[in-house]
């Protein structure tokens, strides 16, 4: 089946680093990559879509300059977190979806627990 | 805003007792999924249901999509302890997953 990874599972660091995520396609190509944020005994909640080649599309209310979002190739898709504070501490998850169009599956990573101290 | 309104939020139950989730939205979805999340882990997907009024079995989980595909239920007979978890429904709107609020299931041996 299709496999996604991100990297690192875990993260610990201090006020004001950046820190990257990456999300990985291992066994398809992905189109369109998606993050998505989720805070502790809440729901996910969609931040932006990415799709390869092109520039990152982030919902209302996300800080394209807080979340910068890279989509270089076709198997990796990369979340920086700017100048990270206590308050962007979550989990991040990001999803891969090959091919075109809303009906195609999307295949989630296991997430990234950012702590930010 | 969110789209899709899960119900219970909670749900405490003991072992072999029967349970259904709800998933109720205003909005008219193309399709519906159903994910469970364990903690500190993405969500696996359960079952796509496309077709209003369609039911989908998966052993003892029983999946419903509303005739008007603005709502869907999640009815699991039987509980184990390996259900316990976040579950989750997603409606897919245009080119995106929009997801429910959720549903923590705790089941107890």
């Known amino acids: 089946g299709a496999v996604v990874s991100q990297h690192p599972s875990w993260v610990i660091c201090k006020s004001g680093t950046s820190v990257k995520i990456e999300c990985r396609s291992l066994?398809?190509?992905?189109?369109?990559m998606f993050w998505y944020r989720q805070f502790p005994k809440q729901s996910l909640m969609l931040m932006a879509t990415?799709?390869?080649?092109?520039?990152?599309?982030?919902e209302q209310g996300v800080e394209k300059d807080k979340f910068l979002i890279n989509h270089a190739s076709l198997t990796l898709s990369t979340l920086t977190v700017t100048s990270a504070h206590p308050e962007d501490s979550s989990f991040y998850i990001c999803?891969?979806?090959?091919?075109?169009?809303?009906?195609?599956?999307?295949?989630f990573g296991d997430g990234t627990r950012l702590s930010i101290l | 805003t969110q789209l899709l309104e899960q119900s219970p939020q909670f749900l405490s139950i003991q072992e072999g007792e029967n349970l259904t989730v709800y998933c109720n939205s205003s909005?008219?979805?193309?399709?519906l999924q159903w994910y469970r999340q364990e903690p500190g882990e993405g969500p696996v997907l359960l079952v796509t249901?496309?077709?209003?009024?369609e039911v989908k079995k998966l052993k003892r989980l029983t999946f419903q999509f509303g005739d008007a595909r603005k709502d869907s239920s999640l009815h699991i007979t039987a509980a184990q302890p390996g259900d316990t978890g976040l579950y989750l429904c997603?409606?897919?709107?245009?080119?995106?997953?929009?997801f429910g609020t959720g549903t923590r299931l705790q089941v107890f041996p």
């Open positions: 999803s891969a979806r090959g091919g075109t169009g809303g009906g195609q599956p999307q295949h």
């Open positions: 066994d398809f190509q992905a189109t369109t």
């Open positions: 990415s799709n390869e080649g092109s520039k990152a599309t982030y």
């Open positions: 909005s008219v979805f193309s399709s």
């Open positions: 997603a409606g897919v709107l245009t080119d995106k997953l929009i």
């Open positions: 249901v496309v077709t209003g009024g």
